[in-house]
């Protein structure tokens, strides 16, 4: 039901847009967001925005260099990344949680999740 693409081989300093189709569900009533797992590290989470309102929130590194987008209508949400670092190099993936009207979406309990998508930053 959710499906991450864009991802491939950067070098650092360099820009990718990653997206997430969503399928089945009702964009309208979900909080998106995108988590990335490096290799040898634990799940992390990177980015997310919120159902109503899409506010949007991300973690330290993505702070700054990193943009999360939804278009409802096309049931896709984006992940611009620029300033990419080799520390960036991950599989990222897109997750869904059906959430209350502008409920912060940092912490929710996601349960929907896509493939994931390899990002490999270096030079």
């Known amino acids: 039901q959710l499906q991450a693409s864009g991802g491939g081989l950067v070098q650092p300093g360099g820009s990718l847009r990653l997206s997430c189709a969503v399928s089945?569900?009702?964009?309208?009533?979900?909080?998106i967001g995108w988590f990335r797992r490096a290799p040898g590290k634990e799940r992390e989470w990177v980015s997310c925005?919120?159902?109503?309102?899409?506010?949007?929130s991300y973690s330290d590194s993505a702070k700054g260099r990193f943009a999360i987008s939804r278009e409802n209508a096309k049931s896709t949400v984006s992940l611009q990344m620029n300033g990419l670092k080799p520390e960036d190099t991950a599989v990222y993936y897109c997750?869904?949680?059906?959430?209350?009207?502008?409920?912060?979406?940092?912490?929710?309990?996601?349960?929907?999740w896509g493939q994931g998508t390899l990002v490999t930053v270096s030079s």
């Open positions: 997750a869904a949680v059906m959430a209350g009207y502008r409920r912060p979406c940092v912490g929710l309990d996601y349960n929907y």
């Open positions: 089945g569900l009702d964009l309208n009533y979900y909080a």
């Open positions: 925005i919120r159902r109503g309102d899409s506010t949007t």
